[in-house]
């Protein structure tokens, strides 16, 4: 027996004027915004490249700095580089590289904390320090990088950036107790593929101490 109920048909709801407007800003300043990052690229400012791709939703692509009393929060840069010689060859010389690297730095008044070893003496990681805002960011990045690179043509040596190798690989894997723990828990032919993989760029970032829970 069918119902005498008229059934309720939902008609698509039709946007505001100030929704359309609002939509309408929006795409426009991430064109503004692409349109920068394209000016600075060919203008060689790699810093302000990085800079302004946070601004692509900002209502006046200024930087502004959070409100006072806001807990400050900090963001972080990580990559990973296989060391490759002239002709791409792995070369297992993390430590003579790093070495060199944390001299450099601190010559130049950098932080020799930012050059680390990895878990194999063909892998190493440059990081940067705890940073305010992008620009800080880009620029420890871009000084602890092309520092890195600095000491590696210096050894004839580059940094190849991409997750894996393209050939077949035996990788030199450190030794060290943290190292050691984790060849006896999986195997030592399953933690040597850690050895034949760099993993690529990270960005960290801390949370404001009032959201952040217990540890």
């Given at each position: ?7 309720r ?21 991430r064109?503004?915004?692409a ?18 791709i946070?601004?692509?939703?900002s209502?006046?692509?200024?930087y ?17 580089f296989?060391l490759?010689d ?7 010389l ?13 010559a130049e008044?950098l932080d020799?904390?930012?050059f680390?070893?990895?878990c ?9 320090l705890?940073?305010?805002g ?15 690179l600095g000491?590696?043509?210096e050894?004839g ?14 990788p030199?894997?450190r030794?060290e107790?943290?190292?050691a ?9 399953r ?7 760099a ?7 801390s ?9």
């Open positions: 027996m069918r119902s005498n109920r008229h059934r048909t939902t008609k698509p709801t039709r946007a505001s004027p100030t929704e359309n407007f609002r939509r309408a800003d929006t795409a426009s300043r064109r503004c915004a349109d920068r990052i394209r000016s600075a690229a060919r203008k060689g400012d790699p810093i302000k490249v990085l800079a302004d946070t601004n692509v939703d209502s006046t692509g200024e502004r700095s959070p409100p006072r009393g806001l807990p400050v929060r900090r963001i972080g840069l990580e990559q990973e296989f490759v002239r002709r791409g060859a792995p070369r297992d993390a430590d003579p590289f790093l070495r060199e690297c944390r001299e450099a730095a601190r008044g020799p904390r930012s680390k070893e990895e194999a003496k063909g892998l190493v990681e440059i990081t940067t705890p940073s305010h992008v620009v800080d960011l880009a620029r420890n990045y871009l000084a602890n990088l092309g520092l890195a000491v590696a043509s050894l040596l580059a940094l190849y950036p991409l997750g894996t190798y393209p050939l077949p690989i035996r030199v894997m030794d107790p943290a190292y723990v984790k060849a006896s828990t999986i195997g030592q032919e933690f040597s593929h850690a050895g034949r993989c993993q690529g760029l990270t960005c960290t970032w949370y404001p101490p009032a959201r952040s829970g217990p540890t």
